[in-house]
């Protein structure tokens, strides 16, 4: 299973949304709390190629978007299939 990495901040509820689905999926991630750390924002920004919103999910190397896009992918079956490559 490839690292699942998620850029958050406080009082974020798509965060906490994103957050509930790979916890409910039982997925292992890292989470990068930048509320407080711009060095993180950037570090995320420059990953997720400009985009500059809470959360950024990375599946491995893959750059899934946000709370959005990954709940997307599970109701287009998709998602396990991402994390299992």
């Not at 509320?35 to 899934?64: C, N, W, Y």
């Amino acid at each position: 299973m490839p690292n699942v990495t998620i850029y958050t901040r406080q009082l974020c509820g798509f965060c906490s949304a994103a957050k509930r689905l790979l916890d409910k999926k039982g997925v292992s991630y890292v989470e990068h709390d930048a509320t407080f750390d711009p060095g993180l924002k950037r570090e995320m920004i420059q990953r997720a190629k400009g985009v500059s919103t809470f959360p950024q999910i990375f599946v491995g190397e893959t750059h899934v978007g946000g709370s959005d896009e990954l709940h997307a992918l599970e109701r287009a079956g998709k998602l396990d299939a991402l994390l299992m490559a």
